[in-house]
């Protein structure tokens, strides 16, 4: 068995070394908001979204059995 070394890269954002983990949901970012910084350079850089404001929607909902 051969132990798992966490891979580590770095925000595509701000170049911060991040953990690549199961647990890191914002990976390759270091978090959420680099996540959403990214998403929207993306957005106007490929898409020049002109005169509609975008919003990168989080599908994070509550676990409806709780
Ligand atoms: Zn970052």
Redesign the pocket.
């Known amino acids: 068995m051969t132990q798992n070394t966490p891979k580590i890269v770095n925000?595509p954002?701000?170049q911060?070394p991040v953990t690549w983990t199961e647990d890191n949901k914002y990976r390759p970012?270091?978090?959420d908001h680099?996540r959403i910084l990214d998403l929207g350079d993306w957005a106007a850089e490929k898409h020049s979204i002109v005169g509609e404001p975008f919003y990168p929607v989080e599908q994070d909902e509550k676990d409806p059995l709780q």
Do not use: G, L, N, P
């Open positions: 925000c954002s701000c911060k970012f270091c978090s680099c």
